[in-house]
């Protein structure tokens, strides 16, 4: 049985991820903003999960010092980073404040959990972190481009991470880059003929690429040859592409 973390436990895609973790009979602690979705979120769960260890917990996202305390205290196994939000750029214009709202969300509130799980994760010797990112970071797109850069912090840093502690074969820090997925942050956005994916088909590709340490997982997996494709495309053609 291993010890579970999840930060942002009532995003669509960890709600998926944290029931084949139970399924698997792991004990879980969920972390979240909300605590009236949080008590929704555990009673389904413990409907579907009888006699399971669920631990729940909210934070404050303008005051993590206890909370931050709380996670240190304890020693997890696996832990997922899931909090993030999304904005448009057409979104932003004007809106400074908006802006600096999802760099909150987006880098700020997950930074400040990945650093503590980090320094626990070297004190301890061992652990798995996953961290959603976005495949949204792998190329800056007119449409999104302040949400893709914020997604594109995670490359650098747990790349960095990484070198500080190649040594140590015990942990494994893991890039997760979803494709568009239907979960409440997509909803009521003008999707055209984009084909979102199903948050468990999502999490069944987080939960394994965790488990086997990857370094970056694209879910769904098809979005690694989308994004190289992306990513190698002449800067002249990709400036035309109107998606
Ligand atoms: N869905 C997609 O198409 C897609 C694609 C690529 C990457 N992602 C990334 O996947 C992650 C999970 O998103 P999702 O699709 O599952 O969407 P979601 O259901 O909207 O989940 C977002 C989660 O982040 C939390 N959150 C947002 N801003 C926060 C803040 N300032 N402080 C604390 N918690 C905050 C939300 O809390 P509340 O429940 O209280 O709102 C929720 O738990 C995000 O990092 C997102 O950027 C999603």
Redesign the pocket.
């Known amino acids: 049985m291993s010890k579970i973390l999840v930060i942002?436990?009532?995003?669509?895609?960890?709600?998926e991820a944290i029931k084949i973790w139970l399924e698997q009979g792991n004990h879980i602690h969920l972390y979240?903003?909300?605590h009236d979705?949080l008590k929704m979120q555990v009673a389904d769960l413990e409907i579907r999960f009888p006699g399971h260890k669920i631990d729940a917990f909210t934070?404050e996202?303008n005051n993590l010092s206890k909370t931050l305390d709380q996670i240190s205290l304890d020693n997890f196994d696996i832990a997922l980073i899931?909090?993030?939000?999304?904005k448009y750029s057409d979104e932003l214009v004007g809106q400074i404040q908006v802006s600096e709202?999802l760099i909150?969300?987006?880098i700020q509130?997950?930074l400040a959990f990945a650093q503590t799980i980090l320094e626990k994760y070297k004190t301890q010797g061992y652990g798995k972190l996953g961290i959603?990112?976005?495949?949204?970071g792998d190329r800056g797109r007119g449409k999104n481009y302040l949400?893709g850069a914020s997604?594109a912090f995670w490359e650098t840093y747990l790349e960095g991470a990484r070198q500080e502690i190649w040594k140590n074969k015990n942990i494994s820090l893991s890039l997760?880059?979803?494709?568009?997925?239907?979960?409440?942050?997509?909803q009521g956005r003008e999707l055209g003929n984009l084909r979102?994916a199903k948050?468990e088909a999502v999490a069944k590709v987080i939960v394994n690429g965790m488990e086997r340490g990857k370094s970056v997982i694209y879910a769904p997996k098809i979005f690694q040859l989308i994004m190289f494709i992306f990513k190698i495309m002449p800067i002249k053609i990709f400036n035309r592409l109107s998606f």
Request: net charge positive; proline share 9%; aromatic share 4%.
């Open positions: 942002g436990s009532t995003s669509g895609i960890a709600n979240a903003r909300n979705k934070f996202a899931t909090v993030g939000e999304l709202k909150n969300s987006n509130i997950p959603i990112g976005s495949v949204a949400y997604k997760i880059k979803p494709g568009p997925t239907n979960t409440a942050m997509v979102l948050p």
